[in-house]
């Protein structure tokens, strides 16, 4: 195998990686503010289905939850599971998964905020829903974005997760190349690697001037 087909391999794999990274934080970041809502909710037994939603996420292993998505519709309800649910499964969980903890983080910057300003908005007349999305949500970002940034890069590398559910990914793709006649031993380990690294600064870069852009907000 020549480095051009072992690159070329891995760049598909690649693609596969970076759909599961876009689709889970489109996901996954907007279900994080609704599940801090449900966590909020004055709606006792609401608040302790999404108390319970978000300790099982975040007390048991990305794998297992994996597997209980894309096996469960087989168990539970005796459908039949084709190879077209994977990439869907490996989507559902990984945005249910990273929600939870997003809403975690987005719980910590709201509440971070002085109570003095929900005060000062209410004294000028706005409604609860003009306060937070004009005066909370802004500040909140501005605070969370370490935190936001952190998860980010982990879920770069947990994506690596979606083999276990037979999903290509890269570094699926780099054991293939490692394991086939004439494969390129721990050179398409070291190329997956590199790759990793370089998409991972890419996104600490992007992070970095998002929150720099944000830096009025004190």
């Given at each position: 195998?020549?480095?051009?087909?072992?690159?070329?391999?891995?760049?598909?794999?690649?693609?596969?990686?970076?759909?599961?990274?876009?689709l889970?934080?489109?996901?996954?970041?907007?279900?994080?503010l609704l599940v801090y809502f449900g966590k909020k909710s004055r709606i006792a037994p609401l608040r302790w289905l999404v108390n319970a939603y978000i300790s099982i996420m975040r007390g048991t292993p990305l794998m297992l939850q994996l597997m209980v998505v894309y096996f469960g519709p087989n168990?539970?309800?005796?459908?039949?599971?084709?190879?077209?649910?994977?990439?869907?499964?490996?989507?559902?969980?990984?945005?249910?998964?990273?929600?939870a903890y997003f809403a975690e983080i987005y719980r910590g910057g709201i509440e971070s905020i002085p109570r003095g300003?929900?005060?000062?908005?209410?004294?000028?007349?706005?409604?609860?829903?003009?306060?937070?999305?004009?005066i909370i949500l802004p500040q909140m970002v501005k605070r969370v974005m370490p935190s936001?940034?952190?998860?980010?890069?982990?879920?770069?590398?947990?994506?690596?997760?979606?083999?276990?559910?037979?999903?290509?990914?890269?570094?699926?793709?780099?054991?293939q190349i490692n394991s086939?006649?004439?494969g390129m031993g721990l050179w398409a380990f070291l190329a997956a690697g590199v790759i990793y690294y370089v998409f991972n600064f890419i996104v600490t870069v992007v992070m970095d001037q998002v929150e720099k852009k944000m830096s009025y907000y004190q």
């Open positions: 195998m020549t480095v051009q087909t072992m690159l070329t391999l891995l760049m598909q794999g690649f693609l596969t990686t970076l759909a599961i990274f876009t889970t934080l489109l996901g996954s970041l907007p279900l994080g168990l539970l309800f005796g459908l039949s599971v084709s190879g077209n649910w994977r990439f869907s499964a490996v989507i559902i969980g990984f945005v249910i998964n990273y929600a300003q929900y005060e000062a908005a209410e004294v000028l007349g706005y409604t609860k829903t003009q306060t937070f999305m004009k936001v940034t952190n998860e980010v890069i982990t879920l770069v590398k947990d994506t690596s997760l979606a083999y276990v559910i037979g999903v290509v990914e890269m570094f699926t793709r780099a054991k086939a006649p004439g």
